[in-house]
């Protein structure tokens, strides 16, 4: 392992809790779609509408707060995003129709949205690239114990309080994190290192100017078109598996949120951190190793979650969709390094969010709402989740096929400098 400094250990450590509510306030609705689709009398679609509003204002955001974060400070955005979608969260349990759902669902998509941009952008900064696979990874485990909670918690709470207090309990504690990370980062002591690169352009270039020129890196295009198609394939998967597995395997509210809390827990870690190991043991041989890692998984876990879906029996059912979460998960901790590889530090912020924007609205957004719409069509929900992770295969073939670009880009990058 390469020598880190601590302040590095120190604001991961805050990022990660940053990325644990991050995906607790994300991931909660799905939780409770069943509970809020009873009490306000909605369709499967308008349920998926819920999502789709945050999917509307999230990759907006995205590109709008990084290129601020890239000009004004990464460590201010992201203290001020979490104080945002903290808020908005709390207030959802407060909501009195489905229109202030749809409100509160689009504060959470703005603040959410300005988060990962900068905060991956910090993370490629203070460690080094033959450790950034591996720490985005252990970032991830804030996503992946965010997620768990959520489903964990939230269960729960709504099981003996109602679902409105698990929205309260799940935002409130979010503001006091929002003054910790602004307090440390007025400090100068979470990217110190980005004003120090000689690779930093000391006057930013005009915003139409960068997105210009990045999006002309082939393996950008290769990470962007891969990454609609995941997030078309998954978005929707996530959002409707607590409800699949109330239909179709028997669980209670709490029952389904605490199998698919511990079944993150268990699978998402392990698969995360695998993730980036092995996503950083094969850029050292390959510079596309990154592609190829997240680019395998799709590949073998597409199928077997498929069969999982397709499943009676409720044993299969875990094994595979397990197996399929695992392999998956290497996305979490190879997309946004694979991205930095080939992009100039002053702009990481920026082009992440331009992958948060192409896959959010192009993939999140239709997703969870089309899978309810063939719900409701077919009066299956399972025919929607199959005919949406049938995609995956498609961006494995993507990624596998772009992996070659990897090499020039690199050396371009490389000798550009700050472009």
Not at 108 to 133: C, D, H, I, M, N
């Amino acid at each position: 392992m390469p020598r880190i400094r601590r302040y590095a250990w120190h604001t991961l450590s805050l990022l990660v809790l940053a990325n644990w509510f991050n995906f607790y306030n994300r991931q909660i609705v799905s939780v409770l779609a069943e509970a809020i689709k009873a009490e306000f009398h909605l369709t499967d679609m308008q349920v998926g509408g819920m999502n789709s509003a945050f999917e509307f204002t999230y990759p907006l955001a995205a590109v709008v707060l990084a290129i601020i974060a890239d000009r004004w400070g990464r460590q201010r955005i992201i203290a001020v995003v979490v104080a945002l979608w903290s808020a908005a969260t709390a207030l959802t349990g407060t909501a009195g129709s489905y229109l202030s759902l749809i409100v509160t669902r689009l504060g959470v998509g703005v603040g959410q949205g300005g988060y990962g941009p900068p905060a991956l952008a910090v993370l490629s900064e203070v460690f080094p690239a033959t450790f950034r696979a591996q720490a985005v990874g252990i970032h991830a485990v804030g996503l992946i114990l965010g997620s768990a909670t959520g489903y964990l918690a939230s269960g729960v709470i709504a099981q003996s309080l109602g679902w409105r207090t698990s929205f309260i309990v799940a935002g409130l504690p979010g503001l006091l994190l929002a003054w910790l990370i602004w307090r440390f980062g007025t400090r100068s002591r979470m990217n110190p290192s980005v004003q120090k690169s000689p690779r930093t352009s000391p006057t930013p270039q005009p915003a139409a100017d960068a997105l210009r020129h990045l999006i002309r890196i082939p393996t950008l295009r290769v990470v962007y078109t891969s990454g609609i198609l995941i997030y078309l394939a998954t978005g929707g998967l996530i959002f409707w598996m607590p409800t699949f597995l109330q239909r179709y395997h028997g669980y209670t509210l709490a029952s389904a949120a605490t199998v698919a809390g511990v079944a993150q827990v268990v699978v998402g870690v392990v698969g995360v951190l695998a993730g980036g190991w092995l996503g950083d043991y094969l850029s050292q041989r390959h510079p596309g190793g990154k592609l190829i890692t997240m680019g395998l998984g799709l590949a073998i876990g597409t199928p077997l979650g498929i069969v999982g879906l397709l499943a009676a029996d409720r044993t299969v059912f875990l094994i595979t969709v397990g197996m399929a979460f695992f392999l998956f998960s290497f996305n979490f901790s190879c997309n946004g390094p694979q991205i930095h590889d080939v992009t100039p530090p002053a702009f990481r912020a920026t082009t992440q969010s331009i992958f948060l924007f192409l896959t959010h609205y192009l993939g999140n957004l239709p997703s969870a709402p089309l899978i309810g719409w063939l719900s409701d069509v077919e009066m299956d929900l399972r025919v929607g989740m199959v005919v949406f992770a049938s995609l995956g295969l498609l961006a494995a073939l993507v990624m596998l096929w772009g992996a070659r670009s990897v090499v020039g880009d690199i050396q371009l990058e490389s000798g550009n400098g700050a472009m």
